[in-house]
C-alpha cells in the first residue's frame, strides 16, 4: 500500500525512513527489482553505500548478472560509481547503464533497454580513461559495448522480456567479445 505522493508504506502505515530520514521501501523485491507486496518472499537486497575494491566490484557485479539479477549488478556499480576516484565514474555509471538496461529488456521494457544498453555502451566504449587503460580491472570495454549495441538492436526488432542471466555478459575477456 503506498500514500499519495507514491513513497511506500510499511504495514504499520509508517513511511519506510533510513537513518538519515530519506525515503526507502523496505518492500521485498524480485531478482528484477521489483517491488513485491509486504510480506512477500523476495530476493536479499544489495546494500547500499559499498566501498569495494575495483575487483571485488567486478566480480560482484558478474556473479549477480549470473544470477539474473541485473537490477542488483547496476546497485554494486553504482557503489563503485559514487564511492571510486573522479576520472573512473564515467566507466562505473556506463557499467550500471549497462546493467539496468538488461533489467529493462528482462522486465519487458524494450524501448528503455535499448536506449540505456545504447548509453551505456558509449559511456564504456568512450571512457576518456580508457586510451590509457584499455583493459582497466579486466573489463572488456569494446566486447561490453559490442553485447549492448547488439542486444539493443535485437530489442528493437523484438520487444519480447529477454531471460536476464541467458543475455548476461562477460565483464572481463574471455573470449575477447564481451559476449558469452
Do not use: C, I
Amino acid at each position: 500500500m503506498g500514500d499519495a505522493d507514491g513513497q511506500g508504506t510499511g504495514t504499520d502505515g509508517a513511511r519506510d525512513r533510513d537513518e538519515e530520514g530519506r525515503a526507502r521501501s523496505a518492500r521485498p523485491r524480485d531478482g528484477l527489482g521489483r517491488p513485491l507486496p509486504y510480506g512477500a518472499s523476495g530476493v536479499e537486497r544489495q546494500p547500499e553505500g559499498v566501498v569495494r575494491a575495483p575487483d571485488d566490484t567486478v566480480a560482484e557485479a558478474q556473479r549477480l548478472l549470473d544470477a539474473g539479477m541485473p537490477f542488483h549488478a547496476h546497485e554494486v556499480f553504482e557503489d563503485a560509481w559514487k564511492s571510486g576516484p573522479e576520472a573512473e565514474r564515467p566507466l562505473w555509471r556506463g557499467l550500471a547503464q549497462l546493467a539496468v538496461g538488461l533489467t529493462h529488456a528482462a522486465r519487458g521494457n524494450a524501448k528503455g533497454g535499448a536506449r540505456l544498453l545504447r548509453r551505456g555502451a558509449g559511456g564504456v566504449a568512450e571512457w576518456p580513461g580508457g586510451a590509457s587503460h584499455p583493459r582497466l580491472y579486466g573489463l572488456d570495454r569494446a566486447g561490453l559495448a559490442r553485447w549492448a549495441r547488439a542486444l539493443a538492436a535485437r530489442l528493437d526488432e523484438d520487444a519480447t522480456p529477454v531471460d536476464a542471466a541467458a543475455h548476461a555478459p562477460r565483464l572481463t575477456a574471455v573470449s575477447g567479445s564481451g559476449e558469452r
